[in-house]
């Protein structure tokens, strides 16, 4: 818990100190560095982060964690080299194109999901080791790092966005090779001797789960940052800077409470439905992530009324009075955001049932209510016509993930079967 504390004030420490040396404008552009290194994570690191933690329990009851980590470091060296290929070319269309504040945004960015979601790659292994102190220690010393090493390069070079965010690439990256040299990230010995063909059956397990989280993605991505791109067609840098800011303070309070889950539950969840072929096993898992949700709906409960009492001081706190104009938006946000979350933890069902693709239309019915409702109510009435249809995505998103989960049953066959040993 101390550690999930201070990611959660490093979190806060990061907003201050970029909202005060940025401004509005520079801030907008700085979060929108951040969407794409956060499509990094929604349409690649994300799966395979999940592939890695489910497939973990399952490895381990088949004895092939060797062949494992072997297919999972093949498939992260892979994926690196491409998204560096990509950030190459990506910086360079845009130098030319615009200028190169531009493409430092864009190579910082993409730099920014790479080490992030290599990073992810360590922390899922150590969460399914149930290594929780080095979770949260690691995570807190990333979140305070972050905003500590982009202050000193922002000191040193001026006020821009591309350098911070390079702080924020160079802080994760010490974070990870801490991380992945660390004693207790405990790996088998014997990876040279892992069988080829076991390797990659296990590397086509990774995949497929992998491309099964994957085909979220497109509309995942629309959810998590459509609604920044959507602030900034139709109100501009300034207020694109003034809504990311706020919706980040929002989101700090669930990120710790997802976290917390992800770390505790998760993998219990996970070790409980085993190869998720036992009606039993499965139940369990059912019966903890009820009582999960329903602690998990307490706490945010609190969140929202927090965020409705303290809104102003909060922002004025956390930002300075030209971003604390908006105060009245924080409790929306903060309800859209705490409705959203509690979607997302009854998708966990579909995670250890191994049949991630039910929620296909549910993500696609809360990708395209934020971009039908969220776009023309911005155009009209701007943020707050923007909040009105994130809470109305948020709502309707939870609706069509409960009715996604009434498919699922303890019965359920899954993809990922034991496969016969030799």
Request: overall charge positive.
């Amino acid at each position: 818990m101390s550690g999930q504390a201070l990611s959660f004030v490093g979190g806060f420490l990061a907003i201050k100190l970029l909202t005060v040396f940025l401004g509005p404008q520079a801030y907008g552009r700085f979060a929108l560095g951040l969407t794409l290194a956060g499509l990094c994570n929604m349409f690649v690191y994300g799966p395979l982060s999940q592939a890695v933690l489910r497939l973990y329990s399952v490895c381990r009851e088949r004895d092939e964690l060797p062949a494992y980590f072997v297919a999972a470091d093949r498939i992260y060296l892979v994926v690196a080299v491409a998204f560096a290929g990509l950030a190459l070319v990506a910086g360079t269309v845009v130098w030319f194109a615009l200028d190169f504040a531009w493409a430092a945004v864009v190579f910082a960015a993409l730099a920014v999901g790479i080490v992030a979601g290599t990073n992810s790659y360590v922390v899922m292994v150590l969460s399914a080791l149930r290594k929780r102190r080095a979770v949260a220690l690691f995570q807190a010393l990333d979140a305070w790092l972050k905003p500590l090493v982009a202050l000193v390069l922002l000191l040193a070079v001026g006020p821009d966005a591309g350098v911070a965010l390079l702080g924020f690439f160079l802080a994760t990256l010490g974070v990870t090779l801490v991380q992945r040299a660390w004693p207790g990230m405990v790996r088998p010995r014997n990876l040279a001797a892992v069988s080829a063909d076991v390797r990659r059956t296990v590397q086509r397990e990774l995949l497929g789960y992998a491309a099964s989280v994957g085909t979220l993605s497109a509309f995942g991505a629309t959810s998590a940052y459509a609604d920044r791109w959507i602030a900034l067609a139709a109100n501009g840098e300034h207020d694109l800077g003034v809504y990311a800011a706020m919706y980040q303070i929002a989101n700090a309070p669930f990120v710790v409470v997802v976290g917390i889950i992800t770390q505790l539950i998760v993998p219990v969840l996970y070790d409980r439905a085993g190869q998720a072929t036992g009606a039993e096993a499965l139940a369990r898992s059912d019966r903890l992530l009820g009582r999960t949700i329903w602690i998990a709906a307490v706490l945010m409960a609190a969140i929202v009324f927090a965020a409705w009492i303290l809104a102003r001081p909060a922002l004025l706190l956390l930002t300075t009075p030209e971003f604390a104009g908006r105060a009245e938006l924080l409790a929306p946000v903060v309800f859209a955001l705490a409705i959203f979350q509690l979607g997302q933890l009854y998708t966990l069902k579909g995670m250890y049932h191994n049949v991630p693709s039910i929620y296909f239309r549910p993500k696609a019915v809360q990708a395209l209510a934020l971009a039908a409702l969220g776009l023309p109510l911005a155009m009209h009435y701007g943020l707050a016509g923007l909040v009105v249809g994130l809470n109305a995505s948020s709502l309707l998103y939870v609706g069509a993930v409960l009715l996604a989960n009434r498919r699922l049953s303890p019965a359920d066959r899954v993809a990922v079967s034991p496969r016969p040993q030799p």
